[in-house]
């Protein structure tokens, strides 16, 4: 008698239990369906504009038949950015890049007193990016693409342009249907002072 109880409980939990899981497999992709719907519902156009921080790097800059080596160090900048984006669908998208950027360099050179200038770079890049819906608020998302860069020091003579892989990751936490707030980290494999930037702004969708 207690071998066919115990079996009856085993059995009643079991099926419980099973009944349970189904019902939260089924809210669950109720929920990731009403998430993607939304998703789909939003406008394929948005646009952000974002302030930033340069965290600054150390290059090296080769010596020539005129000039010496020198060492290149730029200090904390800051500067705006703004993308312009258009929604693929599935999470993925396409984005038109640009920033600008003002900061301190530091020009050090074997036997020679250090010399300061301000520098500029203006950045022009195509990305895609693909977003990963957390929940109704939270996107995170990842982007790469290629990026040219206008760096002008004419304190030292430099006026250049370079260009290069570029890669960044982020959230974007949802207000409404068209604002959202965003944070960002950016670099890229192009050599220079300016270094990696962090991003914080605000993107609207059409």
């Known amino acids: 008698m207690k071998i066919q109880n115990f079996l009856c409980l085993s059995g009643a939990l079991l099926l419980s239990t099973t009944l349970f899981a189904a019902e939260v497999s089924d809210e669950q992709d ?3 369906a009403h998430i993607e719907a939304k998703h789909h519902e939003e406008g394929n156009l ?3 504009a974002k302030g930033l921080i340069s965290l ?9 038949d005129t000039e010496p080596e020198a060492i290149l160090k730029g200090d904390t900048g800051q500067g705006f950015g703004i993308d312009l984006g258009y929604r693929l669908g ?14 301190t360099v530091t020009k050090s050179v074997i036997g020679e007193e250090d010399r300061r200038a301000g520098a500029d770079y203006y950045s022009y890049g195509i990305d895609l990016l693909y977003g990963y819906h957390v ?4 996107v995170l998302f990842a982007k790469a693409g290629w990026e040219i860069e206008k760096e002008k020091i004419s304190d030292f003579g430099i006026n250049g342009t370079n260009d290069g892989f570029s890669y ?6 949802g207000l409404s249907a068209h604002w959202a707030l ?17 991003f914080a702004g605000v993107g609207y969708t059409f």
Do not use: K, Q
């Open 46 to 48: 948005y646009i952000v």
């Open 90 to 103: 599935y999470g993925f998208a396409t984005e038109f890049d640009f920033s600008y950027t003002h900061t």
């Open 30 to 32: 109720a929920s990731r």
């Open 56 to 64: 600054g790097d150390t290059y090296t800059e080769e010596a020539t």
């Open 182 to 198: 965003v944070g960002e980290y950016e670099g890229s494999l192009i050599d220079g002072p300016r270094g990696n930037s962090v």
């Open 135 to 138: 929940n109704e608020e939270i």
């Open 168 to 173: 960044a990751a982020g959230l974007e936490y």
